[in-house]
């Protein structure tokens, strides 16, 4: 337990996250700098966004972790709420309606159900027997389903397999049948071929066909994987410099402020500045690792598990589409990529983490 | 309220799972790892060049074609720079719309317009350029200028032409630059820096080969080095900066022996009549004359001719592509005569006091067949000097006659007859000396006597071109010495003076050239009327090549109502004597008669040489 006194109230932290997070958000401002051509409003904008996420994430540590279960239910409510009205109301883009535009930001409450979904789930499994009966499997899976149908009526097929994803993590965590988990798994292979044809527009079709030859169409479909491949594999072992990175500041690199600013990061900073990145990453991971083991109860485990895995996934989507061995998705790299809602449920997810790493229960159950 | 044993499995199995998960996530932090590692370090070499090549841009500056230059410095080929309208032809979607918006604002002749469409496919492949106008004047240029911003797939530029001061003129000797065939363009483009990259052009017409002349023949030399200059571009392939400039190289100018003087003066000696005048200097080898008529611009060739015009030239009977004085094929006729007396003194089948009784005709002792001379009545009492002086066939068939025809086909050999005597001339024809080998093979027939004793008078199968009568001439000239000829100023090209002229000594060819002399000089000579054309003395043989075989004088004056069976004139000279410096040789397509035809044209054409 973690917690400084200070005359009238406490202050709950967890210093490993806190400082690794808070030099992530910074490599993150200094990586968009050189991204963004030197552009100083893109910077300052995405400083005061850093600056009020990890406001807001130290903020949402302080309420012990028995608010976040009494409220999940309400959250995510909240979150399909907005996502439906994104759906009647939100602004069109390239035929998807993903956003709602607040005026001062533009919200994806997609993004949003991803930390929701995996936070009700753990505090609705919270006082059922396990492993967890038919009954409640069927349940979570109705609103699992739900969300993700939701989502992918958008359209916006690589968020709903986030939360798809989120939503299964949790049921798994907390024990779902494997016998459920197998048959599950046969019919999603057997229901494949239809899933391809049926759900998958044809652009994404093109997406997963270029991972597996981007050569054959270098101007066309392959251009982004191409380009990032040159980037990260010109960038050596100690990378171009700071700022000189021929790919990303001639434009040859496609989304460099957003998904892919790995690429940039490898270009200028090399395999030497992949290695760091990545073992910040793979500390943070640890320490929920640790963290998760040491929850003081069933809701807290399996949010720490559930969130950590949402984390851990967006991660290595992102770097896997970057370094070409995942399809092209759009996902940001967490807390380096210019944000957007993804960011800000970082910061909320990780806050909740903080403060189920920070509140111990007084009394051991 | 759950017990702490069941808290205890929970755990175990939350951690356990939990654990499969990382691991999982485990195993693809090691496949990101494993990537990153195999692009940033086992292949980065691969990867820095790619990324170099994506921001630089090269681009292939053409070389400026050398200049040509005639012996005394004259410029007889240059570039000159022009402003004219150039389309990007693979840019351009609809021709004949693209042709009428330009006719908006600047005059487009029907002749440019069908050029335009003519070229346009074959230039809308690679980046090739496309003139639509050459040479626009200021006013156009301004009304370009305004409306430029409409036009992304046109442009007017300073580009250079291929010109000559004197297009009609040398147009054989010279040749043309025309676009090169894909073969050419690769062999052009593998001498570039960047083969496969863009081409910046200096020249109106993109792409340059010589295709002809000297501008063939001399292409490598003319054609100059590539440079180069490099960008650094943008993913839009907007250029930002210039990183490295190299010049392009000119091409070397080529110095010729050619006489531009001899040349206008062929050609006004000529008046367009067809024919070909062939001068060289005794002393090098190297030509000063090599002029065939008719001709056509080389200009036009040169900068873009629309197929009509070129089909008209083509298709024309004179046929001005002909390179006559390379390649026309004509009996020597009577100027192969100093060729046979050579021959004659040389195996003892005559000595200068041989003589023979000349009644106009000889009659072939195995068939009786008659060979007639140009004289009815003959020319008396003949010897060697006489029978060159009035040209008396009678002597020279008789004197074939005893010949032995592989001897005689072999020492006119020497002469450069029956094959190439240029070392740098484009296409020249070989002609054709006969023998019996050569009449059982493409005539299938034996030869007879009667064959040889055409041959005495350069008649029957034997062809010469103008050039070949050229470098005979040269060798009569220089008393036998062989020099190769050739059309660029160098060292004097090898002389060999090894002719094997066996009991042929200097007085024999003094003998010779005092004969020669005369033919102009003596009140009996053929050429007697070229006496007072000239100041200095010009040792010549006439010749009169006859197209068709004929019994009498009468029979002539009906063929020749036929314009194209008239004989040729042709003419060989050099001088001044006694120390001549220059050789010539003239063929005048139907011009019926050497001496007073072809002569005048030698005569004006040494002057100019001499003076």
């Known amino acids: ?365 | 309220m759950i017990d702490l044993q069941e808290r205890f499995i929970e755990r175990k199995s939350f951690i356990y799972r939990l654990f499969i998960v990382y691991f999982m996530f485990g195993g693809l932090l090691l496949a990101v790892l494993y990537q990153t590692f195999q692009l940033q370090i086992a292949n980065y070499s691969e990867y820095e060049i790619a990324a170099l090549e994506n921001k630089t841009h090269e681009m292939n500056i053409q070389p400026t074609r050398g200049i040509i230059y005639d012996r005394d410095g004259n410029i007889l080929v240059k570039n000159i720079p022009t402003f004219n309208l150039i389309a990007i032809p693979n840019k351009v979607d609809d021709p004949e719309f693209f042709i009428a918006k330009i006719k908006s604002f600047i005059d487009i002749t029907e002749e440019e317009e069908n050029i335009f469409y003519e070229k346009f496919k074959s230039k809308a492949r690679y980046n090739r350029e496309l003139v639509v106008k050459t040479d626009l004047d200021q006013q156009e240029i301004a009304s370009f200028k305004v409306r430029k911003h409409n036009y992304p797939n046109l442009l007017v530029e300073k580009r250079y032409s291929r010109h000559s001061d004197f297009p009609n003129i040398l147009s054989h000797v010279l040749g043309y630059i025309g676009s090169p065939s894909d073969d050419e363009l690769s062999s052009i483009l593998t001498e570039a820096i960047h083969p496969r990259q863009e081409t910046i052009f200096s020249y109106a017409n993109g792409f340059i080969s010589g295709k002809s002349g000297i501008e063939k023949t001399f292409d490598n030399s003319l054609r100059g080095e590539f440079g180069e200059k490099v960008y650094e571009v943008d993913a839009r392939g907007k250029l930002l900066q210039e990183i490295s400039y190299t010049k392009p190289k000119e091409g070397n100018s080529i110095f010729t022996s050619l006489d531009l003087g001899s040349h206008i003066a062929a050609n006004e000696a000529l008046k367009g009549r067809m024919g070909a005048v062939v001068a060289v200097e005794i002393d090098t080898g190297a030509i000063v004359t090599l002029f065939s008529s008719p001709s056509y611009s080389i200009n036009d060739l040169s900068n873009g001719i629309s197929n009509n015009q070129f089909n008209a030239l083509i298709q024309n009977p004179n046929k001005p592509f002909f390179n006559r004085a390379l390649r026309g094929r004509y009996p020597p006729a009577s100027t192969i005569k100093p060729a046979l007396g050579i021959f004659g003194l040389q195996n003892k089948l005559i000595d200068w006091n041989f003589s023979i009784e000349d009644p106009g005709f000889f009659t072939l002792p195995e068939d009786g067949r008659i060979y007639r001379g140009w004289k009815k009545g003959g020319h008396g009492t003949v010897d060697l000097e006489k029978a060159l002086i009035v040209s008396s066939n009678t002597y020279f068939f008789s004197l074939a006659y005893r010949s032995d025809i592989n001897q005689l086909a072999d020492h006119l050999s020497k002469f450069g007859f029956g094959k190439k005597v240029c070392l740098d001339c484009f296409d020249e024809n070989e002609g054709l000396i006969p023998d019996p080998q050569w009449k059982r093979n493409k005539l299938n027939s034996g030869w007879s006597r009667g064959d040889t004793v055409n041959l005495g008078v350069g008649q029957g199968y034997m062809v010469a071109t103008p050039i070949q009568l050229a470098y005979y001439s040269s060798i009569l000239a220089k008393k036998g010495a062989i020099n190769k000829l050739s059309l660029v100023q160098s060292e004097p090209n090898q002389v060999d003076h090894g002719m094997n002229l066996n009991n042929f000594t200097k007085k024999d060819w003094d003998r010779l050239h005092i004969a020669m002399t005369d033919v102009i000089d003596s009140p009996a000579g053929t050429s007697r009327r070229l006496k007072d054309l000239k100041s200095f003395q010009v040792a010549a043989k006439s010749g009169t090549a006859e197209l068709v075989s004929l019994d009498s004088k009468e029979d002539y004056l009906l063929v020749r109502q036929n314009e194209a069976q008239r004989d040729h004139a042709i003419m060989i000279a050099f001088g001044p004597m006694p120390d001549p410096k220059y050789a010539v040789s003239v063929v005048i397509e139907n011009g019926e008669s050497g001496g007073a035809v072809a002569g005048p044209v030698a005569i004006s054409v040494l002057k100019e040489l001499i003076k």
């Open chain 1, 1 to 365: 337990m973690r917690l400084l006194k200070f005359r009238r109230f406490n202050f709950f932290y967890d210093p490993y996250l806190l400082v690794s997070i808070i030099l992530l958000s910074f490599i993150g401002l200094i990586v968009l700098y050189s991204a963004s051509q030197g552009n100083t409003t893109i910077v300052i904008k995405q400083s005061i966004f850093v600056f009020f996420g990890i406001m807001l994430m130290i903020g949402v540590s302080q309420p012990d972790p028995a608010f976040y279960k009494n409220i999940s239910g309400l959250f995510l409510v909240f979150s399909i709420f907005l996502v439906i009205l994104t759906i009647l109301f939100g602004n069109e883009i390239n035929g998807a309606k993903r956003w709602l535009d607040l005026g001062f930001f533009t919200l994806q409450p997609s993004e949003l159900i991803k930390i929701a979904l995996p936070i009700f789930l753990a505090s609705y499994l919270y006082d059922k027997s396990l492993p967890i009966n038919l009954r409640h499997t069927f349940i979570s899976i109705l609103i699992i389903g739900a969300s993700f149908f939701l989502i992918v009526f958008q359209p916006d097929l690589g968020t709903s397999i986030v939360v798809l994803l989120a939503g299964f993590y949790v049921l798994f965590l907390a024990g779902l049948s494997w016998k459920f988990i197998g048959s599950a798994f046969a019919m999603f292979t057997l229901s494949l071929p239809f899933l391809w044809n049926n759900l998958l527009e044809p652009f994404q079709r093109q997406r997963i066909a270029t991972l597996f030859n981007p050569e054959a169409d270098p101007f066309g479909a392959g251009w982004n994987i191409t380009q990032s491949k040159i980037a990260i594999g010109s960038g050596g072992i100690f990378g171009k410099g700071y700022g000189s990175g021929s790919q990303a500041h001639l434009d040859f690199l496609p989304e460099t402020k957003t998904d892919f600013i790995f690429a940039v990061i490898a270009e200028e900073f090399g395999f030497f500045g992949t290695l760091i990145l990545l073992s910040i990453y793979t500390f943070i991971l640890f320490r929920c690792f640790y963290l998760s083991f040491n929850a003081r109860d069933r809701f807290c485990r399996l949010t720490i598990g559930g969130l950590s895995l949402i984390f851990v996934t967006t991660i290595f989507v992102n770097l896997g589409m970057v370094v070409g061995i995942l399809p092209v998705v759009g996902m940001p790299l967490p807390f380096i990529s210019m944000g957007g809602t993804s960011l800000l449920s970082f910061y909320i997810a990780f806050g909740i983490i903080i403060s189920m790493a920070s509140h111990k229960k007084l009394i051991q159950q």
